[in-house]
Nanobody, 115 residues
């Protein structure tokens, strides 16, 4: 099982980034896909999720309206489009695959929002 995140980096406030997560080794289309993040000195927190069929999404209050999660089931990819980024969005972002009693995590990708 592998979840490999990419797309992180340094961006100025107000800018955009698109994170991607490539999944392999499990039945991608059966799993909810989620993004979490962890800032220095803070606990890991939920950011966004998308249902297995892509029909339902859910966002943390602090990112709703700025972030969009999407999945490409043909390519086993999940994306997180992040717009209007703020310094408080700085964190390591983790991809998560979730099914009842089973979940997998990626290694994370660093996002830094700073001028």
């Amino acid at each position: 099982v592998q979840l490999v995140e990419s797309g992180g980096g340094l961006v100025q406030p107000g800018g955009s980034l698109r994170l991607s997560c490539a999944a392999s080794g499990f039945s991608f289309n059966n799993y909810y896909m989620r993004w979490f993040r962890q800032a220095p000195g803070k606990e890991r927190e939920f950011v966004a999720e998308i249902s297995s069929d892509g029909g339902r999404t859910n966002y943390a209050a602090g990112v709703k309206g700025r972030f969009t999660i999407a999945r490409d089931s043909a390519k086993n990819l999940v994306h997180l489009q992040m717009n209007s980024l703020k310094p408080e969005d700085t964190a390591v972002y983790y991809c998560n695959a979730w099914l009842i009693r089973q979940e997998y995590w990626g290694q994370g990708t660093q996002v830094t929002v700073s001028s």
